[in-house]
């Protein structure tokens, strides 16, 4: 039996840390269109049938509960539909949402791209800027902007 381990790295932030669940899914119901968008081509979740159930089970839940309502739904990628919302709204083209690992939590990250693979925009992107779109994110999901920088996630299988 072989074991791979690979390694992505890159500048961005925690989704989760401590109980911001209501901030990312009301960051979600504001971004329902673009939701939508990132599941179209899947045709797994259904989006609206998510929201309707937020919307009538949210306050009655745990953070537990709330963190696995999310994660179940959105089929454990809730970061990627938060990097696909991110790439949107700023233009850009690589932001990428990890997802959760054992020793790990989900992680939205700036990943840096060959330049072949990269758009004009992309190419002109400074650290500082990157830094400030993380940032803004970050406390608009309920994140901590002040950990903004440097990941680096490895997974074994």
């Known amino acids: 039996m072989s074991m791979h381990t690979w390694t992505v790295s890159g500048i ?5 840390t401590g109980n ?4 990312v899914i009301e960051f979600l119901q504001e971004h329902r269109e673009a939701v939508k968008d990132f599941f179209k081509d899947t045709c797994r979740v259904d989006v609206d049938a998510f929201f309707e159930e937020a919307d009538e089970k949210w306050f009655e839940m745990t953070d537990e ?14 970061a990627q539909v938060v990097a696909h ?7 850009y083209t690589g932001f990428v949402g990890e997802p959760r690992d054992e020793d790990q939590t989900d992680m939205v990250l700036w990943e840096p791209y060959y330049p072949w693979q990269m758009n004009e925009r992309d ?22 902007p002040e950990s903004v920088g440097n990941q680096t996630l490895s997974y074994c299988g």
């Open 12 to 16: 961005g932030f925690e989704l989760f």
């Open 20 to 23: 911001n669940y209501t901030k």
């Open 65 to 78: 509960e709330r963190e696995e309502f999310i994660r179940d739904r959105l089929e454990s990628i809730p």
């Open 85 to 91: 919302i991110i790439d949107i709204e700023t233009g």
């Open 123 to 144: 190419k002109e992107i400074t650290e500082e800027k990157l830094e400030s779109i993380l940032k803004e994110y970050a406390e608009k999901l309920g994140a901590n």
